[in-house]
């Protein structure tokens, strides 16, 4: 039987039944195109959305962000689980979760109630992103990152074919078949059956401190906190009064505060604190949700932009997308293999270097071909985050908080595709789409410093 070691992996025992990297990242990768589909699919159909439900485009940015919101936020909240249930456990109830809060969204007769879909959905994402990422990690070093790679080709895949799928449906069944699309993770749900051993032998690792009574003041405060932070954001494009503003910037402190105050009064609460100043844990968040921020971000105005360009629909843009969509494969195995030499902050600074360039790409130059170009670069850095910075969580920690750890690093990584999304629709109300594309990109521009700053032997190949 495997045997875990200090460093979160499973060893190859005597019976040789330790999982393969890349028929696991094969089963899982089947399980979160669903999931990653939910973010592209949507992103073309959001002019149409807009008409139909007669709200103003930039309020449309709810339903990327509203996903990326609850996904980063019940992330933690799967990790602790899965020290007292097994991954598949949790796997199960985050796709039932996921089907349920899309068909939903996909009925909802206004946006509140599609964005409420989406709030679950969004959730029951997260907890299966978690699980998934749960049986990944186990893996020894290299067949993870074998399994990594294949799943992050598959998400960035999924989540920029998307488009297409979602200009198809949209075109041919419309706006709501395609919020309803993550339904689908309910018959695949049936091809991890068989990794289910995988799955299960990840769970209950963790020691007792963490199978303890879930903190649900310090995962209140840090909802409030990221909610309040994302409405500020589009506070503009969604019509907020001024006193509501001041009401969710006042919430938004309060939650700051809140959350300084229950890390240093409870070290083993929902954001333990010898987890979050791990040497290295909070630069690689930071530097995934920049690089995820300027992918999310880019995606949400894509289609609109190559709308507006060619005259055409949602079909078209989806069409046009789909070369973009395709980098992620040669983009993820490329990480893979370039973190085999170098460390996980030099690959990471390419990475977010790509993005940046991407997203100024968009910004600077005119036409569906500078957009697809654009679109392309940030998804090479968002399929080669995925597969190099989430794998550092069980290096950065000790065996003890792997799966805590797990849950808030990816947290802190997904968080940034709510923020994307929203700054942009938000400066777009104020200024030209340009200005707030330039601004997005100093995001990326951000997690470049962020890598460069890290020594090279602090990081992990």
Do not use: K
Request: glycine residues 14%; positive net charge.
């Amino acid at each position: 039987m495997p045997q875990a070691i200090p460093s979160g992996r499973v060893l190859r025992g005597g019976s040789g039944d330790a999982p393969d990297g890349r028929r696991l990242g094969l089963t899982l990768g089947l399980l979160v195109l669903p999931m990653y589909m939910a973010l592209g699919a949507p992103s073309v159909a959001l002019p149409v959305i807009g008409r139909a439900l007669g709200v103003p485009f930039g309020a449309t940015a709810w339903i990327l962000a509203a996903w990326s919101l609850t996904s980063a936020l019940a992330m933690p909240v799967a990790g602790r689980l899965m020290a007292r249930r097994s991954p598949f456990r949790v796997l199960v109830a985050g796709v039932v979760a996921l089907a349920a809060g899309s068909a939903l969204a996909g009925f909802g007769p206004t946006l509140a109630v599609v964005i409420i879909g989406r709030l679950i959905g969004g959730a029951g994402a997260g907890t299966t992103v978690i699980a998934v990422f749960a049986a990944v990690t186990a893996l020894a070093g290299r067949e993870r990152i074998r399994a990594l790679v294949i799943v992050a080709a598959a998400s960035a895949t999924a989540s920029g074919c998307g488009t297409l799928l979602g200009g198809a449906v949209t075109a041919w069944l419309g706006w709501r078949a395609v919020l309803a699309i993550p339904v689908l993770a309910l018959p695949l749900l049936l091809a991890a059956v068989p990794g289910r051993r995988a799955l299960t032998r990840n769970g209950g690792r963790e020691g007792n401190n963490s199978a303890e009574r879930l903190d649900i003041v310090g995962a209140a405060v840090l909802s409030v906190l990221a909610g309040s932070l994302i409405t500020l954001l589009q506070a503009h494009s969604v019509g907020l009064s001024t006193s509501v503003t001041l009401v969710v910037a006042a919430a938004g402190a309060l939650a700051a505060a809140g959350l300084w105050w229950r890390v240093r009064r409870t070290p083993d609460g929902f954001v333990p604190r010898r987890v979050i100043t791990a040497r290295g844990f909070l630069p690689a968040g930071l530097i995934g949700g920049t690089v995820f921020a300027g992918y999310y971000g880019v995606l949400f105005l894509a289609p609109s932009l190559i709308e507006q360009a060619t005259g055409g629909g949602a079909l078209e843009a989806g069409v046009l997308l789909v070369p973009a969509a395709a980098c992620s494969v040669p983009a993820g195995r490329l990480a893979g293999a370039a973190s085999a030499r170098f460390t996980a902050w030099q690959v990471s600074a390419g990475l977010a270097a790509l993005t940046a360039v991407g997203v100024l790409v968009v910004a600077i130059f005119t036409g569906p071909i500078p957009v697809v170009v654009g679109v392309a670069l940030t998804v090479c850095g968002f399929a080669g985050a995925q597969a190099v910075l989430v794998g550092l969580a069980p290096e950065l920690v000790t065996a003890h908080d792997r799966n805590t750890a797990q849950g808030l690093l990816t947290s802190v990584i997904n968080l940034g595709g709510g923020i994307g999304p929203a700054a942009v629709a938000g400066l777009s109300g104020i200024a030209p789409v340009p200005v707030a594309l330039a601004v997005l990109a100093a995001l990326p521009s951000t997690g470049l410093v962020l890598s460069l700053t890290r020594r090279p032997g602090a990081g992990i190949r």
